[in-house]
Structure formats: C-alpha cells, structure tokens
C-alpha cells in the first residue's frame, strides 16, 4: 500500500510546513536539518500532532482529512513508530517489551508472532534479558521488533539509529529490509545524517 501525505502545519510564525508526498512500499528517506519538519510529518501520519490542513491516507484508508472532519484516532491508524529515545519498559524483558501491543491475541498467537519477529530481527537469544542487560544495538531491534509486531500498515523511524556507529547501522537496515520483502509496507525514515 501508498502512503499518501499532504499537510501543512504551522511550526511557528516564521515557517510553515508544507509537504506533499506518496510513499511507496519501502523505505522512503525524510532528510533535512533540524527545525525543518521531518518528526512533525511522523507525529502528523501517527495521530500525534494535527496538520492544520491536509489529507494523508493508506491506500484506500483516510487517516486524516482536514476538509472532511476525518482524524483517526492513533490506536486504529495502525502505524507501527519507533522513537529515537526508543521508549524501551526498564522493567520488562525482550519479549515482554516486544509483545507489549498484542493483549488482544491469544496466548499461544502472542508468544508466535513475538518469537518470529525476534527471529527476524537476531534477537530470540535475548527474550529473558530486561533492556539494561543488553546491547544498544539489541535495544535499538527491540524497539524495531516491537513496533512491527502489530503488523502495522506502514513504519515511522524518528532517526533511531543515530546512537549507533555505522557498521551496526547498515546491519539493522539489512534486517528491517529484509522483514519488509514479504511485507511491502512504506517506512518513513528521519534521518539529517548524510550518510
């Protein structure tokens, strides 16, 4: 599925952002300096922040439509966002961490799409581990496993991996596009690193 975004929010009295994009199946790379708008075109698409104006939709569902009185709340759009803060339960393990957004599901189907996904992402070693027993690497897939858990329709990255040196960078990316090949869902990644 696309994700379609047009929005224009006012930031402050001086700027007003004003972006139109579609967002195919993918990762789709939102670059620019700081103050210029990339987290609140994550916060917008997540039911965060409200655009002062705009449409932004995936596929055939409307998120948000400023002229039609549509604002979707941020539990039923479906969109899977991971923080550059990470926002990790101390308190939890792994899998509890991972598993977080499934209390609808079965015991069984909770503890089956937590074990694949942390498959997915190297990490089933880790499931008993709390955060502050693991890696930054490890918390920054954590966080990747949890968000993609729920099977969200699309994924926001808010520079998640600005922490970690480039080697482990290009590992997490290989192993999110790689979860992506059977899924084809658009990525939004923040980013203001050239790289």
Do not use: C
């Amino acid at each position: 599925m696309t994700l379609a975004v047009h929005l224009t929010k006012r930031l402050h009295p001086g700027f007003v952002l004003d972006v139109s994009f579609l967002a195919e199946p993918g990762v789709t790379i939102l670059f620019g300096a700081s103050g210029s708008g990339k987290t609140t075109i994550l916060r917008s698409v997540a039911g965060l922040a409200r655009p002062d104006a705009g449409r932004i939709a995936i596929g055939d569902r409307t998120l948000f439509n400023g002229d039609g009185g549509v604002d979707m709340p941020v539990a039923d759009r479906r969109i899977g966002y991971v923080f550059q803060q990470l926002a990790l339960f101390p308190h939890l393990t792994v899998a509890r961490n991972i598993g977080y957004g499934l209390a609808g599901l079965s015991r069984a189907e909770r503890e089956a799409r937590i074990v694949e996904t942390a498959e997915s992402f190297r990490i089933q070693n880790l499931l008993d581990r709390q955060p502050g027993q693991i890696s930054g690497g490890e918390r920054q897939r954590t966080a990747l496993a949890r968000a993609l858990v729920t099977q969200p329709a699309a994924l926001l990255l808010d520079e998640p991996l600005s922490a970690l040196d480039y080697a482990i960078q290009l590992h997490i990316m290989d192993d999110l596009r790689r979860w992506n090949a059977g899924r084809r869902i658009p990525i939004l990644y923040v980013t203001h690193s050239h790289r």
